[in-house]
């Protein structure tokens, strides 16, 4: 799983995920991409599950690009603690995502592979997505 080597700060506050992306909007390394059409958190354990059903799809054939990295820390606290006595501790790591980002690349394979390995990775997500090429 993917989460940073060292953060500036341990916890982060939540923050919006507002308007649309202006950087990595388009596919710029690959030939197709999977782009998020609505904005959302994307954990690592998410990115993972994609990179995963991606990889399995290909089988040695082509190239992957992950276009996001998870570096925000998702806090929670513990069951049955009674409110009030601070923030949670870092349950885990994920990247927030504006609606338009291109999650993923790939290329170096046929179009209907890298559209049915791209729905099987968007499956893994928890937002909306769909298949862009270049």
Known sequence: ???PKKVKHRK???GKIKGIAKKGSF????SYGLRVEGPGYVSSRQIEASRRAIIRYLRKGGKMWI???????ITKKGQ???????????????????KGRVVFEIDGIPEEK???ALRKAGDKL???????KK
Not at 27 to 30: A, H, K, Y
């Open 1 to 3: 799983m993917l989460f």
């Open 12 to 14: 982060h506050r939540k």
């Open 27 to 30: 596919v710029n390394f690959g």
């Open 67 to 73: 276009r996001i990295f998870p570096d925000k820390p």
């Open 80 to 98: 049955e603690v009674p409110m009030g006595g601070g923030k949670g501790n870092v349950d885990h790591y994920a990247a927030p995502v504006k």
């Open 114 to 116: 890298a559209r049915e």
């Open 126 to 132: 928890a937002l909306k997505s769909k298949f862009v």
